[in-house]
């Protein structure tokens, strides 16, 4: 047989293929959607991270489905295709960087300040300044650091009020605190690792990215403010001088309730502009301030 | 015609009659050379997108719809005499 025979029945062949529909529409499936067979309900959290990310991309991100094919054909490693994988489902708002965590769920970091872990304050001696205004000390203890619940009451207080500020430097110092307190209403901001870990995870379902999406997204900005408003308390005494001064009176107020009353605590607090703060509206609260009930 | 008085004949009939599927990866299939081999390369990204995204909706309703026939209750034939039974 010649090449010219080859190439012929090869031609030959071709065309068959594309003259029948039966046989053109495997081949498309076969060029296309080589994985058309693999059910994600099938396969099991310990299968191969590959395997899984690529029945998640089929059904979630089409077109990162798409370029892994592309390089599947292409003979690229396993590797390779898990680095791609991982970029592009990072550059969609969703950070991952190993396609084994994929079997869980859609992966969350979780950044909820956890107050009574003394290993907290060595990694964020920065709020050491702050947390001594609500009477938290994590002092040498090595096991457990005990926060009082009246300081978690005036940390919430303080917080709902700052982040009502038009001063963007004291809302910063708002969201500072709802991190410290875990009361942002983002659970990546309110949770701790172990805590998120308690909540079944998020599926990759189109519904759920959306939604992971925008919880990502939304953490980042406020984990922005978090650091600005500790950067900004840690450089302006003015600030420290005045949130102290507040906390003092939200302090005061709260030693004369008991109980539940606590949670309907009301107090007018002022936040005035300090250093090069843009102003805003920084008013004095208009409203007397109102723990919500549910805050916990 | 009534459902009740289709036989397989016209089922066969019926599902023979259906205009074969067009899917945008079998035109893309079609319009390539014999030299662009069996799975051609270079198409346009986007092009490529909407073809894989359409393909793995229509395989993830033929993977169901086989499922879902695979698992059709048995319909009992009581008026058909099966002559093996006797031997």
């Known amino acids: ?296 | 015609m009534s459902l009740a008085l289709w036989t397989v004949e016209d089922l066969r009939d019926c599902l023979l009659a259906i205009p074969p599927l067009e899917l945008k990866g079998m035109a893309l299939l079609r319009e390539c050379r014999p030299a662009d081999g069996f799975f051609p390369v270079g198409i346009p990204r986007q092009t490529m997108v909407e073809a894989i995204t359409e393909i793995t909706a229509y395989t993830e309703r033929a993977r169901r719809m086989g499922e879902a026939l695979a698992n059709l209750a048995p319909i009992p034939l009581l008026d058909q005499p099966i002559l093996e039974y006797g031997l």
């Open chain 1, 1 to 296: 047989m010649t090449t010219h025979t080859l190439l012929d029945t090869y031609t030959l062949l071709a065309g068959a293929v594309r003259d029948d529909p039966f046989l053109l529409l495997a081949n498309a499936v076969a060029w296309l959607d080589p994985l058309w067979t693999l059910d994600a309900d099938d396969m099991e959290i310990e299968d191969d991270g590959l395997g899984i990310a690529l029945v998640v991309t089929r059904q979630a991100f089409p077109d990162i489905y798409a370029g892994a094919v592309e390089r599947i054909r292409a003979h690229l490693s396993a590797a390779e295709l898990d680095r791609f994988i991982c970029g592009e489902i990072t550059r969609r708002g969703i950070p991952i960087d190993n396609l084994e965590y994929m079997s869980y769920g859609i992966p969350l970091d979780a950044a909820g300040a956890l107050l009574e872990d003394p290993e907290f304050y060595t990694q964020h001696p920065d709020t050491l300044p702050i947390l001594a205004l609500f009477g938290i000390d994590p002092g040498r203890e090595r096991y457990r650091v005990e926060v009082p619940d009246i300081a978690y009451t005036a940390g919430r207080a303080a917080a709902d009020s700052l982040v009502k500020q038009g001063d963007a430097h004291w809302r910063q110092v708002g969201w500072t605190l709802a991190w410290l307190f875990s009361c942002s209403g983002n659970s990546v901001i309110d949770l701790d690792y172990e805590s998120l870990m308690d909540i079944p995870p998020l599926s990759w379902e189109p519904n759920d990215v959306a939604f992971a999406v925008d919880l990502i997204e939304e953490a980042n900005g406020i984990m922005a403010d978090v650091n600005a408003g500790l950067q900004w308390l840690g450089t302006t005494p003015g600030a420290m001088a005045q949130l102290e001064g507040n906390l003092r009176r939200i302090f005061r107020k709260l030693k004369t309730m008991k109980g539940k009353q606590r949670d309907d605590l009301r107090i007018a607090l002022e936040w005035r502009p300090v250093g090069d703060s843009d102003g805003g509206t920084a008013l004095a609260d208009p409203e007397f301030l109102h723990v919500r009930g549910d805050a916990a």
